[in-house]
């Protein structure tokens, strides 16, 4: 079946440093693929997305570009803030259309 | 406005007990999630409504049944909970059952069963 498999945590980064979290996928066809942020304590929210091959999402800083030659979607952002820490989910939802298949989580710590 | 609310935010009960959970959207989504985060963070769907048809059914015990009294709200009834029930149940909703829809998501509702 569909899967996601990123990167184990916690990541632990100093403010202004480069963030990179690995996500890799398996699915049949093109599935489309997110990035989504839990902050401590609240529901997750939608940081980014993309629904084809060489598609970039990006939001608040942070990129992710679909790669379908090697089923990756890894998440960067140039300079890391505190207010980044937080656990961050990579998903697909594949051409069914039906629910999103989650990866286990990355937990960000960005200390001053 | 909250797009996406769920009721109760914290849920402590007994094993054994019956207990609800309510989820409402305002966005005017026509389909709706309840997954489960485990205690290590792991996100797993349970259920999926769509315009108030069932449209996924994980393998989730029978104990557990949803609820769709109408597209904008989907509750979750769990029967003679058991200690592995503990965990955080988020709704979620989205514009279609379709494939690169967004969903959007609840606060939560942690649940602790002694």
């Known amino acids: 079946g569909d899967s996601v498999t990123q990167m184990e945590g916690p990541v632990t980064l100093s403010e202004e440093a480069f963030l990179t979290i690995n996500c890799t996928y398996t699915?049949?066809?093109?599935?489309?693929l997110f990035w989504y942020v839990q902050y401590p304590g609240e529901g997750l929210q939608l940081l980014l997305k993309?629904?084809?091959?060489?598609d970039k999402g990006s939001n608040k800083g942070f990129e992710a570009t679909y790669r379908k030659e090697t089923t990756s979607f890894h998440l960067e952002k140039g300079s890391v803030q505190v207010s980044d820490s937080a656990v961050y989910f990579c998903?697909?939802?594949?051409?069914?259309?039906?629910?999103?298949?989650f990866g286990k989580g990355t937990t960000l710590s960005v200390s001053s | 406005d909250t797009a996406v609310s769920q009721t109760p935010k914290y849920l402590v009960t007994q094993m054994g007990n019956d207990k609800s959970i309510k989820c409402e959207q305002n966005?005017?989504?026509?389909?709706m999630y309840w997954y489960k985060q485990d205690s290590k963070k792991f996100l797993k769907i349970m259920f999926s409504?769509?315009?108030?048809?069932?449209?996924i059914n994980e393998t989730v015990p029978n104990r557990f049944s949803p609820k769709s009294p109408d597209k904008a709200h989907l509750n979750l009834h769990i029967n003679s909970l058991e200690l592995g029930d503990s965990a955080v149940y988020f709704c979620?909703?989205?514009?279609?059952?379709?494939?690169?829809?967004?969903?959007?998501f609840g606060p939560g509702t942690r649940l602790l069963v002694l």
């Open positions: 966005l005017g989504h026509d389909t």
């Open positions: 993309a629904t084809k091959a060489d």
């Open positions: 699915a049949t066809g093109y599935p489309s």
């Open positions: 409504y769509n315009n108030k048809e069932l449209i």
């Open positions: 998903a697909l939802n594949d051409q069914a259309g039906t629910a999103l298949i």
């Open positions: 979620a909703s989205s514009q279609a059952a379709g494939w690169g829809e967004t969903q959007y």
